[in-house]
């Protein structure tokens, strides 16, 4: 993980639907932080860093560092709230990290060697089912994403889950707990 992410972030006293629109027609972000055997707190974010951010792929799948005031938290990104039509984020969830809790995170597949499949070589098309995957992992062994090798794919082949290969540390979270 080359990239580091900071954000900047306040801590907020009014909540509740009136204050969160007020906050979003300031350009502000009303968010939530919990995790880590703490209390939550209601917090305030820039809604264009947050935007900024959002354009980077490796921001969901990366630790980030949570300026709050004078304190500085490790927290990743659990849930995004956009508005329907709008370029506009509505609420965040943030949770904080700690470095003996496993973390549960969606990181993204990265495909390589598509066209020295031998099935796209025979005329074969390549359908990606899932672009991303559920991990679960300390913090330590968060992978940015996960890649899929294509090369030996045949026609009509299929990569199951279970072939993935994953980093040391990290598992997959349907094969470890089974699905839901």
Not at 16 to 30: C, D, F, M, T
Not at 161 to 170: D, H, N, Y
């Amino acid at each position: 993980m080359n990239d580091e992410f900071t954000l900047s972030a306040e801590l907020r006293e009014d909540v509740g639907k009136g204050a969160s629109r007020r906050l979003r027609l300031a350009n502000k972000v009303p968010a939530v932080i919990y995790g880590a055997d703490k209390d939550p707190a209601a917090i305030v974010l820039d809604h264009h860093q947050l935007i900024n951010n959002l354009d980077n792929e490796a921001f969901y799948s990366h630790i980030l560092t949570l300026e709050l005031g004078k304190k500085k938290e490790q927290v990743v990104l659990k849930d995004i709230q956009r508005h329907p039509h709008k370029l506009q984020i509505m609420h965040v969830d943030l949770q904080r990290v700690s470095a003996k809790e496993k973390l549960r995170l969606h990181v993204p597949l990265h495909f390589v060697n598509e066209s020295q499949a031998p099935g796209v070589r025979e005329g074969g098309l390549v359908s990606h089912q899932i672009t991303e995957i559920e991990i679960q992992c300390l913090p330590k062994d968060l992978p940015e994403f996960i890649e899929v090798d294509l090369s030996a794919l045949d026609l009509g082949g299929t990569i199951h889950v279970s072939e993935l290969r994953v980093p040391k540390g990290v598992e997959v979270y349907a094969l470890a707990h089974g699905s839901e």
